[in-house]
């Protein structure tokens, strides 16, 4: 299975991603001006792999003119139906349809794993005007709270995953940032409350599991619901995050 083809997974279930997965903090977008330094308001923006559109509204809320830039036609179409109102092309970060020199900052939201940062960094650089910067972030489960932690090895498992001695707070930016730029980091905690099935939910839009058996998968998830419904009888779970914010000025 091929990463553009696992990518494309996200097609067949933009309603469910727009209507599961949790969005972003507002202190990470003050970060994202401190780092970058540059103030969101009026700011030309490009979101790249916007997916539906969720760091995009809260650009977009922040007064940036954005420009949204997703490659699934699944996923564009429950974009325009969530805002009508932004603008949004057709593209990847390998190959932007953008003017050169035409932005103030690039970011991706839970995207430049998706990318070839050897074409994706030359297509920043051009996109990107004099002194713009590049914003790249992650929202993962916090690894100091026990049963996430518990729930990622759960997963580990079913993948044949090594799971780690140890989670990392630093293993997002080890692992997907890219050599030869200047990335100052930030990390951002934050939480939502939500019922174990919305929690389920935000689970199998994951593309490892979209691209899975689905038999095996509806059986992981069935166990699952069933080891949460047990630990969390109220039928809530706190969903503790750590956003993973990268910025440079390439």
């Given at each position: 299975m091929?990463k553009?083809?696992q990518?494309?997974?996200?097609?067949a279930?933009a309603?469910?991603?727009?209507?599961?997965?949790?969005?972003?903090p507002?202190a990470?977008?003050?970060a994202v001006?401190?780092l970058?330094?540059?103030a969101?308001?009026?700011?030309r923006?490009?979101?790249v792999?916007a997916?539906?559109g969720?760091?995009?509204a809260r650009?977009?809320?922040?007064?940036?003119?954005v420009?949204?830039v997703e490659?699934?036609?699944?996923?564009?179409?429950?974009?325009?139906?969530?805002?009508?109102d932004?603008?949004l092309?057709?593209?990847?970060?390998n190959n932007?349809?953008?003017?050169?020199?035409?932005?103030?900052?690039?970011?991706y939201?839970?995207?430049?794993?998706?990318?070839?940062p050897a074409?994706?960094?030359?297509?920043?650089?051009?996109?990107?005007?004099?002194?713009?910067a590049?914003?790249?972030?992650?929202?993962?489960?916090?690894p100091?709270?026990?049963?996430?932690?518990?729930q990622e090895n759960?997963?580990?498992?079913f993948?044949?995953?090594?799971?780690?001695?140890?989670p990392s707070h630093?293993?997002?930016?080890r692992?997907?940032?890219?050599d030869?730029?200047d990335?100052r980091?930030r990390?951002?905690?934050?939480s939502?409350r939500?019922?174990?099935?919305?929690?389920?939910?935000n689970l199998?839009?994951h593309?490892?599991?979209?691209?899975g058996?689905p038999a095996a998968?509806r059986?992981?998830?069935d166990?699952e619901r069933a080891?949460l419904?047990?630990?969390?009888p109220?039928?809530?779970?706190?969903e503790?995050?750590l956003?993973s914010?990268a910025?440079?000025?390439?």
């Amino acid at each position: 299975m091929t990463k553009p083809v696992q990518a494309r997974s996200f097609d067949a279930i933009a309603a469910d991603y727009d209507a599961h997965r949790p969005s972003y903090p507002p202190a990470l977008f003050d970060a994202v001006e401190e780092l970058a330094g540059v103030a969101l308001s009026g700011a030309r923006v490009a979101d790249v792999g916007a997916g539906t559109g969720l760091g995009t509204a809260r650009l977009h809320e922040r007064g940036a003119r954005v420009t949204a830039v997703e490659p699934g036609h699944g996923m564009a179409e429950q974009f325009r139906r969530s805002l009508p109102d932004v603008s949004l092309v057709r593209g990847d970060g390998n190959n932007l349809p953008l003017r050169t020199g035409s932005m103030d900052l690039i970011t991706y939201a839970q995207a430049w794993h998706w990318t070839d940062p050897a074409r994706s960094i030359p297509e920043a650089r051009r996109v990107l005007r004099p002194g713009g910067a590049l914003a790249l972030w992650w929202n993962d489960g916090d690894p100091t709270v026990e049963w996430l932690v518990d729930q990622e090895n759960r997963m580990r498992v079913f993948f044949g995953v090594e799971i780690p001695a140890a989670p990392s707070h630093r293993a997002r930016f080890r692992a997907e940032l890219p050599d030869g730029l200047d990335f100052r980091t930030r990390q951002v905690a934050w939480s939502r409350r939500v019922p174990i099935d919305v929690h389920v939910a935000n689970l199998a839009t994951h593309s490892d599991f979209l691209i899975g058996d689905p038999a095996a998968v509806r059986d992981y998830f069935d166990r699952e619901r069933a080891l949460l419904t047990a630990l969390f009888p109220d039928g809530e779970v706190e969903e503790a995050y750590l956003v993973s914010l990268a910025v440079a000025h390439p």
